[in-house]
């Protein structure tokens, strides 16, 4: 996929790419410390491309790092934030210190666990979690009490809850008992809670979920709490190509003078006899 998503506030931008974080560059835009493309912008909300803009503090050319993303199998009781107020254990104690500049690609509520993308791209992330582009992500869900068929017709059919419609991609019952029931869910786009709100509306608690594929990535067999690095080829990345080259149409040469060619004839002088 060829992805460019355009402009982001400064803050947002020097943050992704893991150049300073957000209260960091506020700092340096009110002191006047910082330059997009040789402009001091004191504007931490400034709209840039993080892409296509270059960016200076005091002059000097801020540090990007380089194309980086991993998938995490994210394990229960760990949050997806870079702090948390209440001290749990975040995705991010779970990366080395060269990785914790990273942002998630959408997050994994406290319980539910499986496929985390983190990276540095914010235009990939923002073209995996654009609904226009209907990336799918699949889920192994387990609830209370049997499935029926009527009722799994009604969540495939789609739901209100909360002013919100919930409507799964797909929908499969894998195996049901009047203990539990056991189902594969497809999603297109991320709301929140949508896979516990959808089966708590149809009367099931969901006791386990785990994501183990978020578009061409597959879980694979990645324990709990383990990473792996990805490549751009795993998930489909390809560079902007540059604009073409514009020729210009250079002027024809000019003929050399030709004295001959261009002499004035004139007429015959008249003779008198």
Do not use: C
Not at 20 to 38: C, E, F, H
């Amino acid at each position: 996929m060829i992805i460019d998503f355009g402009k982001v506030p400064l803050e947002r931008a020097l943050s992704k790419l893991g150049a300073a974080s957000r209260s960091q560059t506020r700092d340096w835009a009110l002191k006047g410390r910082l330059q997009v493309n040789g402009r001091t912008v004191r504007d931490p909300l400034f709209m840039v491309s993080p892409e296509k803009d270059s960016f200076t503090v005091d002059g000097k050319p801020m540090r990007k790092d380089s194309w980086q993303a991993v998938m995490l199998n994210k394990p229960k009781a760990v949050v997806t934030t870079a702090s948390d107020e209440k001290g749990r254990r975040t995705v991010f104690d779970l990366l080395p210190s060269e990785l914790r500049t990273l942002h998630p690609v959408g997050r994994l509520d406290m319980a539910t666990t499986g496929l985390l993308i983190l990276t540095n791209d914010t235009r990939l992330s923002s073209y995996l979690t654009d609904p226009a582009n209907a990336v799918l992500r699949t889920y192994i869900v387990t609830v209370t009490g049997e499935m029926t068929e009527a009722q799994l017709a009604k969540a495939a059919a789609g739901i209100m809850d909360e002013g919100e419609f919930l409507k799964p991609a797909k929908i499969t019952l894998r195996k049901a008992s009047g203990h539990e029931s056991h189902l594969t869910v497809e999603l297109t786009e991320g709301k929140n809670r949508e896979i516990r709100r959808l089966f708590e509306a149809l009367g099931h608690e969901v006791t386990s979920l785990k994501r183990v594929a978020f578009g061409p990535l597959q879980l694979g067999a990645l324990e709990p709490g383990q990473f792996r690095r990805l490549t751009k080829e795993e998930l489909g990345v390809k560079e902007t190509p540059p604009p073409p080259a514009i020729k210009r149409l250079q002027p024809p040469a000019r003929r050399p003078h030709d004295n001959k060619r261009f002499k004035r004839k004139m007429p015959p002088k008249k003779r008198h006899y």
